[in-house]
């Protein structure tokens, strides 16, 4: 084949998962082409040269074609120059057994991008899409002895131990011993989409759509060395212990804006309610139309007036996406 097949991407809350495709190859060499990556995954030699990845890719196809194994690039949204890019994060595959009953899992994601929850996101969909299209009954899947990282995704998708055994690694040059997991169907269906970690903290976080008299609303862009950096998001920031969300909106609008608001110009507007990996975000998002003094960037955060329908070209948190739809709705 000298083309990607004709295969509908399979969509997760922030993630698409679609065929390789030859321009692909740069980028899935860098991720895999790094020891800490590598030395996880049976298949993949090391170094993995350039060639490799070329040709790999193109292999790819031919077992989608064939119905035989998924191995679908794992891509995510990074802002870019002009507006959010798409970027590879890393790959997850499905592969038929030959019984064609149950099929194995496998994954690995680039290691500037850990700690995100990719590997339970993609995984948890590429399975869903497998359970419906494919009638598998069965997903197993390993994981080196010592990748307790591996072990804790592969759980979350409701995968449960069985055993052990010894796998060949290329990366290792040898056989290395290996956890083995299952999950028959409903175990999968029980628990497709990862549950909350238990100890997950409910944090609260005050935000406000300055709208000026055109309709267009304020955004700011998260600086670096935040989490979530580079997304444009609205003013707000976290409510503190004894503090009620209008005086956090008020404190924050002065420490990161210069602007004066009073809490009878903040107007409830709707809230957002979203898991992240490491809490639950709740955020009520206030409208204000009037503020005193001369707005500025205090903390040098770029900010840019935007026009709800125009909201889609700029990255946002995937919290804000449900706002931006109601704003978008109501100015
Ligand atoms: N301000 C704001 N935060 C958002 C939005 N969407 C979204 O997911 N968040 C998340 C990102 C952060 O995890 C959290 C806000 O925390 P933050 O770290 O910016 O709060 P802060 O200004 O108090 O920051 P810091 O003093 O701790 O540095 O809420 C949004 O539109 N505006």
Request: charged share 25%; with cysteine; net charge neutral.
């Amino acid at each position: 084949m000298t083309a990607p097949p004709d295969f509908p991407p399979i969509r997760t809350e922030r993630l698409t998962l679609r065929p390789l495709r030859a321009e692909d190859a740069p980028a899935l060499h860098r991720l895999v082409n790094d020891w800490e990556v590598a030395k996880t995954l049976a298949r993949v030699p090391y170094p993995y040269g350039l060639d490799r990845a070329e040709s790999w890719i193109r292999s790819t196809w031919a077992q989608i074609e064939a119905g035989e194994a998924w191995h679908l690039a794992i891509t995510g949204e990074e802002p870019g120059p002009e507006g959010p890019a798409e970027t590879l994060v890393g790959c997850v595959a499905l592969t038929l057994d030959a019984d064609r009953r149950g099929a194995e899992l496998g994954y690995w994601v680039g290691r500037k991008f850990w700690g995100h929850g990719v590997a339970p996101e993609a995984a948890a969909g590429l399975c869903r899409w497998a359970l419906a299209q494919l009638g598998l009954e069965a997903v197993h899947a390993s994981a080196l002895r010592e990748n307790t990282r591996s072990a804790a995704v592969l759980r979350r998708l409701g995968l449960r131990p069985a055993g052990e055994a010894m796998q060949t690694f290329l990366s290792r040059g040898g056989p290395m011993p290996v956890l083995l997991f299952r999950a028959t169907r409903e175990e999968i269906l029980a628990t497709a989409v990862p549950p909350a970690p238990a100890d997950r903290t409910v944090l609260l976080v005050a935000a406000v759509a300055l709208v000026d008299a055109d309709g267009r609303v304020l955004l700011a862009r998260r600086p670096e060395g935040k989490p979530l950096a580079g997304l444009w998001e609205f003013p707000g920031g976290k409510v503190k212990p004894g503090e009620s969300p209008e005086a956090a909106l008020i404190r924050e609008l002065k420490e990161e804006l210069d602007i004066d608001v009073s809490e009878s110009c903040l107007a409830p507007f709707t809230f957002a309610s979203h898991a992240y990996e490491k809490f639950h975000l709740m955020m009520p998002l206030y409208l204000c139309r009037k503020w005193g003094g001369t707005m500025r960037a205090v903390e040098g955060q770029a900010l840019a007036w935007v026009r709800p329908r125009q909201m889609g070209g700029y990255a946002m948190p995937p919290a804000d996406k449900p706002l931006v739809a109601m704003l978008q709705d109501f100015l």
